[in-house]
C-alpha cells in the first residue's frame, strides 16, 4: 500500500532554509519520475520540483530555480527538496507525490495520481 509522508516545514525568517523530506513505501521512487508540489493560501496547486526517474535530471518551476534543489535516497526511498533563499512567497503546504504534468487544479490532494494517495503534507511558512 502505497504511503507518502512529507516533514521538515517549518516557520522561517525570509531568506533562510529548510530540508523537506518525503518518506515513501509501497513503491521505489527510484524507478519513478518525482515532483514536489505545493499549495500556497487562495492559489492553486503548483508542481515546483520534477526529479526523473534514476535520477538522470531535475526541473524546476521559474519560481524556485537556483534557490531549490531536488534529490533522493535510493536505500531510503526518500525524496527531498532543499530550500534556501527562502522568500514570503514560498509559504505553502508542500506535498511529494509521483510526477503528473497535467492540469492540477485548485488543490494538489484532489488530483488523481497512479500512486493512488496523498500524504499530508507539511507546512512552510516564510515570515518575519
Known amino acids: 500500500q502505497v504511503q507518502l509522508v512529507e516533514s521538515g516545514g517549518g516557520l522561517v525568517q525570509p531568506g533562510g532554509s529548510l530540508r523537506l523530506s518525503c518518506a515513501a513505501s509501497g513503491f521505489t521512487v527510484t524507478m519513478n519520475s518525482m515532483g514536489w508540489y505545493r499549495q500556497a493560501p487562495g492559489k492553486e496547486c503548483e508542481l515546483v520540483a520534477i526529479?526523473?526517474?534514476?535520477?538522470?535530471?531535475?526541473n524546476y518551476a521559474d519560481s524556485v530555480k537556483g534557490r531549490f534543489t531536488i534529490s533522493r535516497d535510493n536505500a531510503k526511498n526518500t525524496v527531498y527538496l532543499q530550500m534556501n533563499s527562502l522568500k514570503p512567497e514560498d509559504t505553502a503546504v508542500y506535498y511529494c507525490n509521483a510526477l503528473f504534468r497535467g492540469p492540477l487544479g485548485k488543490t494538489c490532494p484532489t488530483v488523481v495520481l497512479w500512486t493512488g494517495k496523498w500524504g499530508q503534507g507539511t507546512q512552510v511558512t516564510v515570515s518575519s
Open positions: 526529479i526523473s526517474s534514476g535520477s538522470v535530471s531535475t
